[in-house]
Antibody
Framework: QITLKESGPMLVNPTETLTLTCTLS??????????VVWIRQPPGKALEWLAL???????RYSPSLKSRLTITKDTSKNQVVLTMTNVDPVDTATYYC????????????WGQGTLVTVSS | QSALTQPASVSGSPGQSITISCTGT?????????VSWYQQYPGKAPKLMVY???KRPSGVSNRFSVSKSGNTASLTISGLQAEDEADYYC??????????FGTGTKVTVL
């Protein structure tokens, strides 16, 4: 059974950098084919895909947020980290990490999500 | 890369069938058969329901099926049940080797 859990600050000041961590269990980030994505959802709004990192450290970013996002992994801790620079109140959202199904372009296991509020 | 377009709401009576559309472009929905559909209850994480050519994770009912025509993908829920009342999102792989979600559809069971 694969599980994912997001962690990070609940409140961030505008213009600061947000750092979120996704801890995986039941699957190793070093296993061929494994990928982890970050997705966010502002309150009452739609899901938005943010970034993806593969087992081989290949990375993909949302074109609209690419300049502000960095995704990395720590294989020893089985964690994926997302950083977002220069946050704004519009970045207030629930942030999810999810496991990419190795045999398909889809996300089969999701974390519970963590709500991040950007406000001074 | 714009969000895929879904109807804001769809409703149906128990036992009926409903269809949710998901319209993209020739750079995402139209170019690949790589659309997935997620169900989300309020305050909960999305759940994968169907993906690609009608593949379903273990435990998902075959009442959920998908189809595609051109740049539009569709999710059909047959034999609508009260537990199907939720938000539904489509998501497509795109030619930029990234993903794009739909605008979301609220399904109401009358």
């Amino acid at each position: 059974q694969i599980t994912l859990k997001e962690s990070g600050p609940m409140l961030v000041n505008p213009t600061e950098t947000l750092t979120l961590t996704c801890t995986l269990s039941g699957v190793s980030l070093s296993t061929r084919g494994v990928g982890v994505v970050w997705i966010r959802q502002p309150p009452g709004k739609a899901l938005e895909w943010l970034a993806l990192i593969y087992w081989d450290d290949d990375k993909r970013y949302s074109p609209s947020l690419k300049s502000r996002l960095t995704i990395t992994k720590d294989t020893s801790k089985n964690q994926v980290v997302l950083t977002m620079t220069n946050v704004d109140p519009v970045d207030t959202a629930t942030y999810y990490c999810a496991h990419r199904l190795p045999s398909g372009r889809t996300f089969d296991y999701w974390g519970q999500g963590t709500l991040v509020t950007v406000s001074s | 890369q714009s969000a895929l377009t879904q109807p804001a709401s769809v409703s149906g009576s128990p036992g009926q069938s409903i269809t949710i559309s998901c319209t993209g472009t020739s750079s995402d929905v139209g170019i690949y058969n790589l659309v997935s559909w997620y169900q989300q209850y309020p305050g909960k994480a999305p759940k994968l329901m169907v993906y690609e050519d009608n593949k379903r994770p273990s435990g998902v009912s075959n009442r959920f099926s998908v189809s595609k025509s051109g740049n539009t993908a569709s999710l059909t829920i047959s034999g609508l049940q009260a537990e199907d009342e939720a938000d539904y999102y489509c998501c497509s792989y795109s030619s930029t080797i990234t993903y794009v979600f739909g605008t979301g559809t609220k399904v109401t069971v009358l």
